[in-house]
């Protein structure tokens, strides 16, 4: 079965501590995204990489991390720099970046809460 | 920029009742149109989409037709079921905006039995 996978489902952290978010596809995508979804609220996108070892800043890049070292493979990290980083955290894939044509892929998501 | 702007919810019904989720956009060309369905605790997931002008998606029972004069995509069922209880999210993707999914905020559903 091809889909997203995003791990831990449910994350605590305290604060002043960095905490990394995992998700893989196996759905051979090129175009990685995250998104970050607060209660009531639509999402936000935070980066997104369209081939590997290459991404961008999305509208709330301050104080998170990525990486795109393997095409399977879109970590985030949220940093203590992040102020408010209690919320859900989404991740999804499209074939492509350079289509207008292509819907996005979701993983489950990741709720983090900051203690 | 790009904007998608969709109806406040949350949206009350009963069972077998019409449902209409109104969305608008503005875009500087000629984006595709999407409507993702979120269910409670879960990731979205597409519900269907549009292309081009005039096209209609549907998908499960619900429909949605492009409308470039009134740039709308309004979702609708007509027989809602219990099951149909989520969050939907009016979305489009062009190439004037770098070919990034705008989402509008959503509009939860809640469907009684």
């Known amino acids: 079965d091809g889909g997203i996978t995003q791990s831990p489902k449910y994350l605590f952290r305290k604060e002043g501590q960095n905490v990394t978010l995992s998700c893989e596809q196996n759905?051979?995508?090129?175009?990685m995204y995250w998104y970050r979804q607060d209660p009531g609220q639509g999402l936000r996108l935070i980066y997104y990489?369209?081939?590997?070892?290459?991404?961008q800043k999305g509208d709330i890049a301050e104080g998170y991390s990525v990486s795109r070292e393997k095409k399977e493979s879109f970590p985030l990290t949220v940093t203590s720099a992040q102020k408010n980083p209690t919320a859900f955290y989404l991740c999804?894939?499209?074939?492509?970046?350079?289509?207008?044509?292509?819907?996005?892929?979701f993983g489950p998501g990741t709720r983090l809460t900051v203690l | 920029g790009d904007s998608v702007t969709q109806m406040e919810g949350p949206v009350t019904l009963s069972e077998e009742a019409f449902l209409t989720i109104n969305c608008t956009y503005t875009?500087?060309?000629?984006?595709?149109l999407f409507w993702y369905v979120q269910y409670p605790g879960e990731g979205l997931q597409l519900l269907l989409k549009?292309?081009?002008?005039?096209d209609k998606g549907s998908n499960k029972g619900f429909e949605a037709t492009y409308r470039k004069e009134t740039t709308s995509f309004h979702l609708e069922k007509g027989s809602v079921q219990v099951s149909d209880s989520a969050v939907y999210f009016c979305?489009?993707?062009?190439?004037?905006?770098?070919?990034?999914?705008?989402f509008g905020a959503g509009t939860r559903l809640f469907v009684k039995a």
């Open positions: 999804a894939s499209s074939r492509s970046a350079s289509s207008s044509y292509n819907e996005q892929f």
């Open positions: 759905l051979n995508h090129d175009a």
């Open positions: 990489s369209q081939i590997v070892n290459d991404f």
């Open positions: 875009a500087t060309g000629y984006p595709s």
């Open positions: 549009a292309t081009k002008a005039d």
């Open positions: 979305a489009l993707s062009e190439a004037a905006g770098g070919f990034k999914t705008i």
